[in-house]
């Protein structure tokens, strides 16, 4: 298992590839601008890996006094996950607008999930996919890809990161260290900061 590759705009450590988008985009969350629409906008639910099916079910009687009656209806109509047109897991939808875990205060979507864990009711903060958005995670042939998402909903964020944010491999240190550790961090951060003259190239 190699340390460092190069791939087209996209960077190869250990086994997972990176896109260079991770330190040529800067960003901030905006909260008071685009009002959380991340969850609520999209045709699909955040995507759930297997293991966080399990964990949701377990939790679900700690995040339920955090969700509004609408979630609480579709996640007892369809359990807690559903499947998008891929077949992948994702969570339940409200009438095919928002997360069913959404939750709304003055106007701006947050999550029950978290919600229920920064109240100590719970161990685990969110999904994974909506800890590390915006980047997602998918195959690209036989290695994990990880891709700046791009999203119109998001563009708020990208004007205040322009002034006062961090690059995407920064902003999102710890959704990182949450699903890669501690030690594949630090070789991103070391890529992401390196100059890395003359480097083959192959497409996506």
């Known amino acids: 298992m190699g340390f460092l590759c190069t791939f087209d705009a996209m960077l190869l450590i250990d086994d997972i590839l990176v896109s260079d988008d991770l330190k040529d985009t800067y960003f901030a969350c905006n909260l008071h601008v685009c009002r959380g629409d991340c969850c609520v906008d999209g045709d699909a639910g955040a995507p759930l890996e297997e293991k966080e099916i399990s964990i949701i079910e377990d939790y679900l009687d700690e995040i339920r006094p955090y969700m509004n009656e609408r979630g609480i209806e579709a996640v007892e109509r369809s359990g807690v996950f559903e499947y998008d047109v891929d077949g992948a897991y994702v969570t339940p939808l409200v009438n095919?607008?928002?997360?069913?875990?959404?939750?709304?205060?003055?106007?701006?979507?947050?999550?029950?999930?978290?919600?229920?864990?920064?109240?100590?009711?719970?161990?685990?903060?969110?999904?994974?996919?909506?800890?590390?958005?915006?980047?997602?995670?998918?195959?690209?042939?036989?290695?994990?890809?990880?891709?700046?998402?791009?999203?119109?909903?998001?563009?708020?964020?990208?004007?205040?990161?322009?002034?006062?944010?961090?690059?995407?491999?920064?902003?999102?240190?710890?959704?990182?260290?949450?699903?890669?550790?501690e030690k594949w961090y630090e070789k991103l951060v070391i890529a992401m900061k390196a100059d890395l003259p003359g480097s083959s190239h192959i497409q996506e």
Do not use: M
């Open 96 to 181: 095919n607008a928002e997360c069913a875990f959404v939750y709304f205060e003055n106007g701006i979507s947050f999550c029950a999930i978290e919600k229920a864990y920064l109240e100590g009711k719970i161990k685990y903060q969110k999904p994974i996919s909506c800890h590390l958005y915006p980047i997602r995670l998918s195959k690209v042939g036989e290695y994990e890809a990880i891709n700046y998402h791009k999203w119109h909903v998001c563009a708020p964020a990208l004007i205040k990161g322009a002034t006062e944010g961090d690059p995407l491999f920064s902003y999102l240190k710890t959704p990182l260290i949450r699903k890669f550790g």
